[in-house]
C-alpha cells in the first residue's frame, strides 16, 4: 500500500481527462453503501477505545480486499488537513469524515473509483465513483466489492429491517444513489427550482456541490435518492437514471431555448465570465467556480472551439482552495489564495482564444437522447 | 445587517445554501465566520452551523433517568435517540423495535427490506424453490425490458442448474 497520498493520487490533469457518457451534462456518477458491523456499538455512540478497535478490525478486512491491492489506505489522524481536504474535493471521502480524527480511517482503490470510510456515520460507507453517467456500473462494482467484504465481516443485518445503520433514515439497503449534474441553461432561465420542486416530489433529493447541507456552487447539484427501505438497490438505480435522463432532457431543452430567445443574455454570461477568469488580479474560490461553470456551458455551446474541455475541468479542480495550497507548500491566507488562483487562472487561459458565437449541435453521437441502455 | 450569530457586528460574510428544496441564507460577521470555520465556502455546512452540530461522543454519558427504555447492549437511551436521532448499535432496533414500523413509514417507501442478502443469511431454500424464485425475477424483467437484469439473472440460473447437477 502506497504511503503518501499526494504521490498516490492521480495528478489533476489526468483527474480531468476522465469521461464518461453524457459527462457535458453528467459529471459524475456515485453509488454508496451503508454498512456496521456485528458486535461493535456504531462510531458516533462508541467509545474511543472501541472505534480504534472497530478501525483495526474493519481496515484489515477492506485492505486485503483483491479490489484494494495497490490501493490508498490510512488512519484519518495520520493525513493533513489539507490532504483530507484534497480527498472531498476529489469527492472520495465526505466533509464530515475530513473532520475524524484518531478511530477513523480510509482506503481509496488504485483506480480512485472505489472509497472505503471507516467510521464515518457507519462502520463502512463504501463508494463507487464514475466518470458522466453510469449508476448501473457504480452499482454493479459497489455490489461486487460489498459480496467480497461480507465473506470477511459478519455485517448487522436483519431479515425485517435489512442492513442496520445508525441512522433509520439508511436502514435497509444502505444505498446511496447520485449523480452530480452541472446545469447552468436551467439556472439561467431560472427553472432550477421548479426542477429542484418536482425531483423531491418523486422522493429524491437535490443537493450541493459536496452533498448534504452543501451550496449549490458552479450550477452543480447532486441528485439523489433519499428512500432506503422497501425498495431493491436495482429499482433504486433506475429510477435515479430515468431522472437523471429527463433532467439532462430539459437542461439542453432550457439551453437551447435561451439561445433562440436570449442569445444575447448568454453570449453576456459566457463572455463575462470568459473576460473575469482570463484577466482578474484576485479572485475567490466561489467566483472562479460560478465563472468556469458559465465558460464549461460556452464550451459545451461550441464558443471555445479547438479548446479541449480538460482545459476547463482541470481549472475547476485546481482553483479548489486545498489543491490550490497544495502546489505551494505551506498554509496561505484566503487573500493570498484569491491571488495565487487568479494568476494561476490568466496563466492557463492566456492562450485559449475569446468566445465565438454560439451554437447548440447536439453532443457527439445523438448521445442524450435517453435510451432503455444507461 | 447585523450577524446571525452574534448579532452585534456588520455581517460580512454571506451564505446561501439549498438544503433539499430549500434555500437557506446565513449572514457572519468576520469574527463568528472566521470562529465557526466558515472561509471555504466548501468546507462547512449550514444545518450544522444553525443546529450547532457537533460530533463530540464523550466518554462519560448521562445515565438514563429510571424506567427509561434503554438498549441492554450499548446503554442508549431513547432520550440519547430523540436527541441525535441515531442509534447507538445493531441491537437497538429490537430494543426500540416497538415503535420502529411507525417512525420507518415516514420515511420509507415500506418498513421490510426487499434488497440484498449476505450470501451467508440467504435463507437456503432448495434450488427447485430458487430457480422459480429467479425465472419468476427474469420474466418481470424481460416484461419490464430491463434487459441487462434479466442477462444477469439468466447467468445465475444457469449457475444454479450447474450446481444443482453435478458433473457426473
Known sequence: MSR????????????????????????SSRVRLARNVQGFAFPGWAKKSERIRALEVIRSAVDHLPAMTEGFSESMDNLTGIDKQILVERHLISREHAAKGAGSGMVVDRAETLSVMVNEEDHLRMQSLRPGLQLKEAWRAIDELDTALETRLPFAFSPEYGYLTACPTNVGTGIRVSAMLHLPGLVLAELVNQIIQSVNKLGLAVRGLYGEGTE???????????????????????????VVHQMIEHELNARQKLLEEKPKVLHNHIGRAFGVLSNAYSISSKEAMNLLSLVRLGHDLNMFPGVPRAVFDELQLITQPAHLQRVHAGKLGAEERDVLRS??????????ARPVAAQLTPPASDASRPSGAE | MLCSICQKNEAKVHLTQIVDDKMQKVDLCEECSKAKGVTDPAGFSLADLLLGNTQDTAEARPAPKPGELTCSACGLSQADFKKSGRFGCPQCYTAFGEGLPGMLKTMHKGVRHTGKIPTALRPRKDPGDQLK????????????????????????????????????
Open chain 1, 4 to 27: 503518501d497520498l499526494q504521490t498516490f493520487l492521480s495528478k489533476p490533469a489526468d483527474a480531468a481527462r476522465r469521461t464518461g457518457p453524457l459527462d457535458h451534462i453528467v459529471l
Open chain 2, 133 to 168: 424464485q429467479l425465472n419468476r425475477r427474469l420474466e418481470k424483467a424481460i416484461q419490464t425490458e430491463n434487459f441487462e437484469e434479466a442477462a444477469h439473472l439468466r447467468d445465475q440460473i444457469r449457475a444454479l442448474k450447474q450446481q444443482a447437477a453435478p458433473a457426473s
Open chain 1, 343 to 352: 494568476d494561476l487562472l490568466r496563466e492557463r487561459l492566456k492562450d485559449v
Open chain 1, 216 to 242: 449549490a456552487l458552479g450550477n452543480i447539484f447532486q441528485v439523489s435518492n433519499q428512500m432506503t427501505l422497501g425498495e431493491t438497490e436495482v429499482e433504486i438505480v433506475e429510477r435515479l437514471s430515468k
